[in-house]
C-alpha cells in the first residue's frame, strides 16, 4: 500500500512562470490536505479538498494560488506567476477523517529563482 | 494568542536521560491531539494520538490537560534517534484542517 505520493521532489522556477505540484493520496483516504513550509517556520494550512470538491481555502492565498482534487487523478496544487516568496516545502497529506491524524507525503520542495 | 504554542527548544539532553514537552492550545472546543515528529528536511509522521486518561507507547507517554489546555510527551531514556522536531497538533473540530505547532527541537547527545 503506497503512501502519499508528491511529485516532483523538488521544482525549479523563475520568477513569473507557474508552478505544479501533485499529490496522489494513500488508497482509500478521501481527504487531501496541503500545508506549505517555510524554512525554519512551522507548518500553515493552505487547502482542504475531497474529491472535486474544496472544503476549505482558507489559507490559500486569494492569488496567484488555485487547488483541485478531480474525481480521477491526483490533487494539483497550482502557483501562477511564482515570486521568490513562494520559495518553500509544499506538503500534501492524506486522511480517512481528521481525527485519525493525517498521513503526510515526501513534500515538493519550490525553489523560485 | 496563537492556536498552539510550542517552546521552539533547542532541548539539548545527553543518551538516557529524560526530557518532556509541553504545548498550549487556545481553543477549549478542540477535540483531537496528537504528537508528530520531523526530522530536518523530511515530512512530519505520526508519533502518536493524546488520548485524555494519557497514553504510553514505549518509551513515550502523551498526557492531556483540558482543564489546562496543554499537552505533554514524555520521552524516558533518550536515543541519538530521537533527535528531531516535534510538533504539537490540534484538531478543533471534526471537519476542520489540523493545525500544527512550530515544534520544538530536541537534540540528544551521545
Known amino acids: 500500500n503506497a503512501g502519499v505520493m508528491q511529485n516532483p521532489r523538488h521544482l525549479v522556477r523563475r520568477r513569473g512562470q507557474e508552478a505544479r505540484l501533485r499529490c496522489s493520496p494513500m488508497k482509500g483516504h478521501s481527504h487531501v490536505y496541503w500545508y506549505r513550509q517555510l524554512p525554519e517556520e512551522g507548518l500553515k494550512f493552505m487547502v482542504y479538498l475531497q474529491k472535486e470538491n474544496i472544503i476549505d481555502e482558507s489559507g490559500m492565498p486569494k492569488e496567484r494560488f488555485s487547488a483541485e482534487f478531480p474525481k480521477e487523478g491526483p490533487s494539483i496544487l497550482r502557483i501562477q506567476q511564482v515570486v521568490r516568496g513562494d520559495s518553500a516545502a509544499y506538503f500534501c497529506a492524506s486522511s480517512t477523517g481528521a481525527d485519525y491524524g493525517y498521513t503526510f507525503g515526501s513534500g515538493t520542495r519550490l525553489t523560485v529563482v | 494568542r496563537k492556536e498552539v504554542e510550542q517552546d521552539p527548544g533547542p532541548f539539548n539532553v545527553p543518551e538516557g536521560a529524560t526530557v518532556a514537552f509541553n504545548c498550549t492550545y487556545s481553543?477549549?472546543?478542540?477535540?483531537?491531539f496528537f504528537w508528530y515528529r520531523q526530522d530536518c528536511r523530511k515530512e512530519p509522521k505520526l508519533l502518536m494520538s493524546v488520548y485524555s486518561s494519557g497514553n504510553e507507547d514505549g518509551r513515550f507517554t502523551a498526557q492531556l490537560n483540558r482543564a489546562s489546555q496543554y499537552i505533554s510527551l514524555l520521552i524516558r531514556d533518550s536515543k541519538l534517534s530521537d533527535s528531531a522536531t516535534y510538533l504539537c497538533v490540534v484538531n478543533i473540530a471534526g471537519n476542520t484542517p489540523l493545525v500544527f505547532g512550530k515544534g520544538t527541537r530536541l537534540s540528544v547527545i551521545a
Open positions: 481553543n477549549s472546543a478542540s477535540q483531537s
